[in-house]
Each structure stands twice: as structure tokens, then as C-alpha cells.
């Protein structure tokens, strides 16, 4: 083809392309692709948990978990969760109803109290930093925002974040404290570290001596496949490594469960642990123990688990293949956008051509399609491509999810083949 009769076939394109987006907005759709939260099926499916624990309110040890104590969370869940979190039961605390809340509090603390091998409290440091692997998740940006840590976006890679880069920053600057990390099937691209990442995060040296690994697992179990990812056990690393109090490992049951009412676990050192647990026991007498006794009398065991995320995974697996078809269908060969295909979590990572995301997403909000803000997986609101858009398709149900990504695929085709023209 001449690059006359290239150009002819674009603007062929080109006309296609507005013509759809002009039937897209005409049929005045309300459709939201933006948060990752659990559809209303598949909070039925814990539904049972409403009338526990029923006529008992005693727990395996005989704690009345109606009243005050405990800080340590219930035994009999710390259990069911040990191995979904891969940490030893005397190193893991059942807490509240959020681990996003119990990160927030490790940097609170952090910062007005001196953490175990810390000099001083962050907040007496003249800079603080985290290393922040990108794309990644909203709301460990905001939590960094809100506390005036700077942040040092990294580059995510296939196996992990670019470690020979976190290496190099880790041992370069004192101020560098922490890094975020989800490790399994992370927001939003679905990542799983290898085998060698942990370790190297494990071992590396740091010019801190009270650098932190905020390791968010919070999707330790839920796998989209037959072939569930392992990751290897960061905490066995680190105490292998010489680095025992390195990580603070984070995980939740709001997506096994109730989002709202679930149950967060913290897990690390014993050192690490009772720190957390001398800062926990000035803020609260104790964590909701009714709800972790109806958690493990529901739950059961590990594979009570396992069993009810694969529920979970009849629920979603047909929703992200229909992601996956469509944006085959529709934008399969074109180079407009290519997608990551995720074995687990909650998202897909849809990435444009450079300078296009936040048009895109501007667009399909005209015709009535919210996605979440483009940048929002960057720092500071600011993916300097301007080309990752982060999807949610959990919630919607499958027709209105199928008719958002329909509209998402035309408003990629309108603002790259506009873009290509120019
Ligand atoms: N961490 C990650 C990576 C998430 O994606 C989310 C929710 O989307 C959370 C934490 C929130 O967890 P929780 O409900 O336990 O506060």
C-alpha cells in the first residue's frame, strides 16, 4: 500500500470509529468499570455468615468472644489463614475489618514510634521515600500522599518489579524506607513475583536499616485458573537472609468474604509483631471477635478456603473471559492497545498507545462509561506515558460488563486512529 492509500484507509477507519462512538453515546448508557469490588453474587455466597455463629459465642479455647481481649485475633482463624498467608499462626494477628486500615496504621507507627533496628521515628527523618513498582495500586499512592512519603515510581516487569533498579535505590538512599509490593496477581496488571524476586528483595542491602517491604497480599487465593501461581514465602526469605524484621505481609478476607465485613491479618517477626501489637493495644481492647468466630466456623479450614474461592472463580472467570474476548474481537491486530491476561485478582491492564489514555477514558465517560481516572496507577496521578488504563470487571453484571467493554473498544479505536491521523 502507498502511503497515500494508508492514509486513505485510516481516515476509512477514522469514520467507522465516530460514526460507532456517536451510536455508543446516543444509547445512553450508565455502565462502571472502576472499582475492583465483589459483583452481589458473590457476596451471596457467604450469605451464611449473616446468622453465625449462631447460638454459641465461645471460641476453641474457650474465650467469650463477646467481650474484650484478645488482641491477637482468634486462634482457629489465625489457623485457616496461616497457610493462605504464609505465615507461622504465632506471627499472625486477626485484626479489623480492613488490611488497607492496618497499613495505614504500620506508617503511622512507623512515623511516631521507633520500629524494631529504626535509629528514630520516620517522622524525625528530613525525607522519607517508598519505592513504588508501577503500575500499581491507587490507594498505596494516596496513603503515601496523605503522610508526605515521596515516592520513586519503579518499573513492573513479568516477574516482578525491576529489581536491579529497587536494588540500586534501596542501597543508594538512607531515606528510601519501604516498598510496596503485591506480590500475587497485583493490582492492576496481574504480575506474579518470581521465585527470584523475593529473594533478591529479601537479601538486598539497604541503606535504611529499618526498611520495610509492605507486602500486600491481597490476593493470596484467588485464582482465575486450574493453575493456581505459588509465590515463594517472603518471610522465610527474609529470616533466611539475615533480614528477619524486612516485611510486613498484609491480607484480608474481603474478597473471600464480606468486602466490608471481612476479616485483615498482619503477619512478620515476632519482633515486628509485637511491636504492632504494644502500638494496637493503646487504640483498641481488642479486634471484633464475634466476626472472626463466625469467619472460622464458616471458612472452616484451608481448604474451606480454597473450596470458596473456587465458587468465587465459577462467578468470575466467565466475566474476564469476556474481557479478554472482546478486546480480541475488537482490537486484536490493530496495534491500538494491547492487554494483560491475568491467571488471578480482580483486574486487567489495558494499555493504550502513548497519549491516549486519558482521552480515552474522557470519551468513554461522555458516552457514559466510568473507568478509573487514567494516571491513577501511577504516583502523583501521573503516568508519564499517559497510556494505562486500569479494568474493573468484577461488579458489573455480565451483559452491562459486555456492553462497557464494547464502548471501551470503540473509544480506544476513535482516540488511537484520531491520533495516528494527526
Ligand atoms: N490491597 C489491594 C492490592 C487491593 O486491591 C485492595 C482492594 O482493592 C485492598 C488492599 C483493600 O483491602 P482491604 O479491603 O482488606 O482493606
Request: proline share 6%.
Amino acid at each position: 500500500m502507498t502511503t497515500e492509500q494508508s492514509h486513505d484507509a485510516l481516515e476509512g477507519q477514522f469514520e467507522r470509529a465516530q460514526k460507532d462512538y456517536a451510536d455508543l453515546a446516543a444509547r445512553g448508557l450508565s455502565l462502571d468499570l472502576t472499582r475492583g469490588k465483589p459483583a452481589p453474587e458473590q457476596l451471596d455466597l457467604s450469605e451464611a455468615l449473616l446468622g453465625l455463629p449462631g447460638d454459641t459465642h465461645t471460641a476453641a479455647d474457650g474465650t467469650d468472644v463477646r467481650n474484650y481481649g484478645g488482641l491477637q485475633g482468634l486462634p482457629e482463624l489465625r489457623e485457616i489463614f496461616a497457610g493462605v498467608l504464609q505465615t507461622p499462626v504465632g506471627q499472625l494477628l486477626a485484626l479489623g475489618n480492613s488490611s488497607l486500615e492496618l497499613m495505614h496504621d504500620s506508617i503511622v507507627h512507623a512515623l511516631l514510634g521507633v520500629l524494631p533496628g529504626s535509629e528514630r521515628r520516620w517522622v524525625d527523618e528530613e525525607r522519607i521515600a517508598f519505592l513504588c513498582p508501577v503500575p500499581g495500586y491507587d490507594r498505596h499512592f494516596a496513603l503515601c500522599e496523605r503522610f508526605g512519603i515521596e515516592m520513586i515510581p519503579v518499573a513492573m516487569t513479568p516477574e516482578g518489579p525491576d529489581m536491579d533498579e529497587v536494588e540500586r535505590l534501596a542501597a543508594a538512599d538512607p531515606a528510601v524506607k519501604g516498598i510496596w509490593c503485591v506480590p500475587k496477581y497485583s493490582n492492576p496488571d496481574g504480575v506474579s513475583y518470581s521465585d527470584e524476586t523475593v529473594a533478591r528483595l529479601a537479601a538486598m542491602p539497604t541503606a535504611a536499616p529499618d526498611f520495610r517491604i509492605f507486602w500486600d497480599n491481597a490476593y493470596a487465593a484467588h485464582h482465575l485458573t486450574d493453575e493456581p501461581v505459588e509465590i515463594a514465602d517472603v518471610l522465610a526469605a527474609c529470616a533466611d537472609s539475615g533480614n528477619p524484621d524486612r516485611v510486613f505481609v498484609f491480607g484480608s478476607s474481603s474478597k473471600i468474604t464480606f468486602a466490608g465485613s471481612g476479616v485483615a491479618f498482619f503477619g512478620s517477626s515476632p519482633a515486628n509483631v509485637k511491636w504492632l501489637l504494644a502500638n494496637n493495644s493503646k487504640r483498641s481492647i481488642g479486634p471484633d471477635k464475634v466476626n472472626q468466630l463466625r469467619h472460622a466456623q464458616f471458612l472452616r479450614d484451608e481448604a474451606g478456603v480454597r473450596a470458596h474461592m473456587d465458587r468465587q472463580r465459577d462467578l468470575l472467570r466467565p466475566k474476564f473471559d469476556a474481557v479478554q474476548r472482546i478486546l480480541e474481537a475488537e482490537l486484536g491486530g490493530t496495534g491500538l492497545a494491547t492487554w494483560t491476561e491475568p491467571k488471578g485478582g480482580y483486574f486487567v491492564t489495558l494499555r493504550v498507545q502513548d497519549g491516549c489514555a486519558k482521552e480515552v477514558v474522557r470519551r468513554a465517560s461522555e458516552a457514559g462509561i466510568v473507568l478509573t481516572p487514567a494516571g491513577a496507577t501511577h504516583p502523583y496521578g501521573d503516568d508519564p506515558d499517559d497510556a494505562t488504563i486500569r479494568i474493573a470487571p468484577s461488579y458489573p453484571g455480565q451483559e452491562d460488563l459486555e456492553q462497557a467493554m464494547h464502548g471501551l473498544t470503540v473509544c480506544v479505536r476513535l482516540v488511537g486512529i484520531e491520533k495516528q491521523l494527526k
